[in-house]
Nanobody, 119 residues
Framework: QVQLVESGGGLVQAGDSLRLSCAAS????????VGWFRQAPGKEREFVAA????????NYADSVKGRFTASRDNAKNTVYLQMNSLKPEDTAIYYC????????????WGQGTQVTVSS
């Protein structure tokens, strides 16, 4: 199955930028989309962004549009989430997940990386 490892989280101040990485290994051909999700303390996990392995399609939650950019490097099997103009409300554990082509579900998840934005 697909394995995912996130990196790049940290503690930053409001207005700063961070870039998260999600390195994929295994049968990545079984996945068509990698999504980014986040979960803040006491809140449910929410969708942030998604990028297709092929083509240029991306999707974003309204809360991050214009500030976050998802991209991928197929040669490195890595997906990125560039986060600019960070706000304290962006504080959460960020996860990447791969959508399985057959099931249509995000079946493969990374371990998460903490992003903390101080005001």
């Amino acid at each position: 199955q697909v394995q995912l490892v996130e990196s790049g989280g940290g503690l930053v101040q409001a207005g700063d930028s961070l870039r998260l990485s999600c390195a994929a290994s295994g049968p990545t051909f079984s996945s068509d989309v990698v999504g980014w999700f986040r979960q803040a303390p006491g809140k449910e996990r929410e969708f942030v962004a998604a990028v297709y392995w092929s083509g240029e399609s991306t999707n974003y939650a309204d809360s991050v549009k214009g500030r976050f950019t998802a991209s991928r490097d197929n040669a490195k099997n890595t997906v990125y989430l560039q986060m600019n103009s960070l706000k304290p409300e962006d504080t959460a554990i960020y996860y990447c997940a791969a959508r399985d082509i057959d099931s249509g579900e995000y079946d493969y998840w990374g371990q998460g990386t903490q992003v903390t934005v101080s005001s």
